[in-house]
């Protein structure tokens, strides 16, 4: 056994036996946490965790380095697993398909958590039921700049919405900066009238709340408003669930609330340990979530009435691309995030006297999906720098392939 590992411990749950492998190891340093710490915050929140989770496949998103390094997403489940573990086979767009985990009970969800899972992440659907949604998820990403106040204002103004076109919103926090909003429907649409669905939710909360609010897709074009994220309601999405801790150093959760906590709370109030104490003081406020399902065709008819959204116009090259409407540099491309950010800062320290022209929703992060864990795009828009002093397109800082040796 090596000096920095623990013997494994057996916890018995509900009658089934879940082997935590290396339970003292430290998930978070900054305060902590070991591995089994996590797992009896999971347990000790299973009635509402489970409420998000339970019966709906789930990409399993794994931190076997630690929360300082990347994560790797596994949509397979493992071959080595408990019999009890179910699954079920999801097919993609892409051709592919995968038999994902399931997670019924809190046994199931134990053992995702030792395979290195600190959030959890299930698709919107049932395993009974994979092509139609029954939960719409508004995720109210605010861009650099943007303080939670403006957060929440959007928040209420998605209730608004969300009421007037028939259907009960659920808020919590997502356990970062932003702000998740769900909602019950019944299973009777398909995932594109669904994501039409959100997206024209997104498209209303910006009509309502102009300036604070987006549903522009390109990110440059946001400016320091929320984004209402329609996208997450694709396919092939999954969104950390409610109770999903956070791989941040403070161990925060993604917490569900009251609406009238929403203007009240601070994110970095619900961690780990004090989202233990509110559970067991206060139960679960997502306790009525499931019989509340509502139906979309209002915001159907919305959509029909709004009329197709607005694209961006195609590139010059007959590619059949985008071209982007902003003036747009490319800085970096790299493997992590604080590789990426490094690059950054010596584009800015080679161009002082363009830094102090640029917003904070100026400077454009992009974790980008790769084959089996992110990477990370910066781009700076120079809209805000008048053009004789804009910097032409150079090498990029840093130049990572994340498809190099992949056919």
Known sequence: MSPTTSPAQVLEIDG????????????????GITKIELVEYYLAVAEGALRGVAGRPMVLKRFVKGIDQEAFFQKRAPDKRPEWIDTATLHYASGNSAEEVVVRDAAALAWVVNLGCIDLNPHPVRAEDLEHPDELRVDLDPMPGVEWRQIVDVAMIARDVL???????WPKTSG????????????RWGFRDVRLAAETLAREVERRAPGLATARWWKEERGESVFVDFNQNAKDRTVASAYSVRALPDARVSTP?????????RPETFTVRSVIQRFAERGDPFAGI???????DSLLALATELGPAEKPPKASD?????????PLIEIAR??????????????KSQHASVVDFLDPADVLVDGMRGSSSLWYRI?????????????????????????AGRS
């Open 16 to 31: 089934r036996e879940v082997r935590i492998s290396n339970p003292e190891k430290v998930i978070f340093p900054e305060v």
């Open 163 to 169: 009421t007037d076109h028939g259907l009960v919103g």
């Open 176 to 187: 970062s900066r932003g702000i998740h909003v769900y909602a019950r429907i019944e299973p």
């Open 257 to 265: 609330l009251d609406w009238d906590e929403v203007a009240i709370s």
């Open 290 to 296: 499931d019989q509340a399902a509502g139906q979309l």
């Open 318 to 326: 007959g590619s059949g691309r985008r071209q982007s409407t902003m």
């Open 334 to 347: 790299a493997k992590t995030k604080p590789e990426a950010l490094e690059g950054l800062e010596r584009w």
């Open 379 to 403: 781009r700076v828009n120079l809209q805000h720098v008048p053009i004789e002093k804009r910097p032409e397109q150079a090498e990029l800082e840093i130049d990572y392939d994340p498809w």
